[in-house]
């Protein structure tokens, strides 16, 4: 099955739009970079059927996916702690 990524974020833009929730791209990046401090499966797991395994490494497969296909797409400045907060978090996932 292909991805859609452009459906997908054209999707979510106009939802938001919609709602009157527009959100920038250092809001979005902010808001995926403060997840890594707490599990990134926890409030996903419950929404996955059964026999669906979804861990922590796939989840980070996600993240890293939503991230660079998705979350890039979004118009304005990335965060301010972006990379900072990434290269901090991939010292600590190596040790």
Do not use: C
Not at 40 to 46: A, T
Not at 49 to 64: C, K, M, S
Not at 90 to 95: E, F, G, L, T
């Amino acid at each position: 099955m292909k991805n859609d990524t452009g459906g997908v974020y054209s999707g979510m833009e106009h939802y938001l739009r919609l709602e009157g929730q527009p959100i920038t791209r250092a809001i979005a990046e902010q808001r995926m970079l403060e997840k890594l401090n707490y599990s990134l499966s926890e409030d996903i797991i419950p929404l996955v059927p059964v026999g669906i395994d979804y861990d922590e490494n796939r989840a980070l497969v996600a993240f890293d996916t939503i991230w660079t296909v998705l979350i890039s797409r979004i118009k304005g400045e990335p965060w301010k702690l972006a990379e900072q907060t990434l290269a901090e978090f991939h010292r600590v996932k190596s040790n």
